[in-house]
């Protein structure tokens, strides 16, 4: 069994298109994961992902605060207790809502960017 708190897991605030993100990868390559990663991500009020696609799926969760999802030409909005499927090779995006926006995020295992 492997288990940690998510403040222990080293965070990666530097992203290329995007402003006040802070992802930690709470289960990933390092844990010997070989099938999926769970990664914590918190949006700073106002902060935002790059706009990206990728070949693979990913579901979100989000834990706390507001926020919009840009999925293609579709965006909505997100709270708590919300979950999103974005699936392969859209482009979307992330928006944090005035009181910032925290989410999990699965993704298959993969080599991150």
């Not at 605030?13 to 289960?27: D, H, M, N, P, Y």
């Not at 030409?73 to 090779?89: K, L, S, T």
């Amino acid at each position: 069994m492997i288990r940690h708190h998510y403040l222990d897991i080293p965070k990666v605030t530097s992203f290329k298109g995007a402003q006040g993100v802070c992802k930690r990868t709470l289960i990933g390559k390092e844990q010997s994961a070989g099938n999926f990663y769970l990664r914590h991500f918190s949006l700073e009020p106002a902060g935002y992902t790059p706009r990206h696609s990728h070949p693979w799926e990913h579901e979100i969760y989000v834990l706390s605060g507001t926020g919009a999802i840009r999925v293609g030409e579709e965006q909505a909005e997100v709270g708590e207790g919300m979950a999103v499927f974005i699936p392969p090779q859209v482009e979307h995006q992330i928006r944090a809502g005035e009181s910032g926006l925290v989410f999990l995020c699965i993704i298959p295992a993969v080599e991150e960017a």
